[in-house]
C-alpha cells in the first residue's frame, strides 16, 4: 500500500516538486527501505535531506541519510516522542 501511495504522489508532482512521505512507525520496512524501493522504481527522483535547523537543532532526530526518525528516547526529559519517520523526495526537472 505504501509503495502505491508514494508512486501516486510521484506521477503527481511537478518537475522540481517535492514529496514528503512520513510514518507513524518504527519498522524500517516501513520507513527507509520504502524510500529506497522508490528510488529504484523512479528514475529522476532524488532524496532532499533534511537539515538540523528543519528540525530545530536537534540533530539526533536526522538519520545518517538525512532523514528524520524519531524515538521514544527522544527528548526523554520532557516525556520522550512518538516514533515517525519522514523523507523528502524531490522529482527532477526534465
Known sequence: MQDR?????????????????????LQPEEGRARIEAALKRHAG????????GDVFGLSELLTPEGDLRTLPCHLAEKGGMDGFYAARLVKSVG
Do not use: H, M, Q
Open 5 to 25: 501511495l508514494i508512486d501516486a504522489a510521484l506521477r503527481r508532482a511537478k518537475p522540481g516538486g517535492t514529496v514528503l512521505y512520513c510514518v507513524c512507525s
Open 45 to 52: 527522483v532524488a532524496c532532499a535531506p533534511f537539515e538540523t
